[in-house]
T-cell receptor
């Protein structure tokens, strides 16, 4: 069963507007972490933001925020004031068993975001 | 300073050959990983080492053998390369000390093309 689902293969957003990238997950582990990574066309994987299952508040990092809805098992990434440099592929990932050292990330299929000038 | 480095960045080889990819991290992390990204951009864990000990070994053909000479290095050796091995291979590292976040830092990737 797919543990991380990103239903939007591709998204467009106008420069300076906000955009939400969807991510839903499935786990029975009460301790888990959710991560978002950005992969620009150059290929590297860049860590953006993290949300722990026990965190009371939604995570924010600059223009990135994570809309965490635990009951719905969703962890959507919100990018505010989009910039041309935000054009990239975005991956949602989950790590189960927080607090252990067996930290494999399970990735979603990715969403390609294109920012239009 | 490069945190996680991989060599080579590109690797083109013929079917049946044996090749290695090297990874080094200078972050002082205890845990290192190998991920494979296929042609559809799907990323999947292959292996993970914590302090030179293999802790994750996903369903990967025996032709793939990771080796960790010390906790700063994790190499990937592939025997008898097949066309389906063509992919981008990412090395990553994380503190791996049971921390809650244990953010993984990725290397630049090695694009392997088997002809």
């Amino acid at each position: 069963a797919q543990k991380i689902t990103q239903t939007q293969p591709g998204m467009f957003v106008q420069e300076k507007e906000a955009v939400t990238l969807d991510c839903t997950y499935d786990t029975s582990d009460p301790s888990y972490g959710l991560f978002w990574y950005k992969q620009p066309s150059s290929g590297e994987m860049i860590f953006l933001i993290y949300q722990g299952s026990y965190d009371q508040q939604n995570a924010t990092e600059g223009r990135y925020s994570l809309n965490f809805q635990k009951a719905r098992k969703s962890a959507n990434l919100v990018i505010s004031a989009s910039q041309l440099g935000d054009s990239a592929m975005y991956f949602c990932a989950m790590r189960e068993g927080l607090g252990s050292n067996t930290g494999k990330l399970i990735f979603g299929q990715g969403t390609t975001l294109q920012v239009k000038p | 300073d490069t945190a996680v480095s991989q060599t080579p960045k590109y690797l083109v080889t013929q079917m049946g050959n044996d090749k290695s990819i090297k990874c080094e991290q200078n972050l002082g992390h205890d845990t290192m990983y190998w991920y494979k990204q296929d042609s559809k951009k799907f990323l999947k864990i292959m292996f993970s080492y914590n302090n030179k000990e293999l802790i994750i070994n996903e369903t990967v053909p025996n032709r793939f053998s990771p080796k960790s000479p010390d906790k700063a290095h994790l190499n990937l050796h592939i025997n008898s390369l097949e066309l389906g091995d063509s992919a981008v291979y990412f090395c990553a590292s994380s503190p791996g000390q049971g921390g809650w976040v244990d953010e993984q830092y990725f290397g630049p990737g090695t694009r392997l093309t088997v002809t």
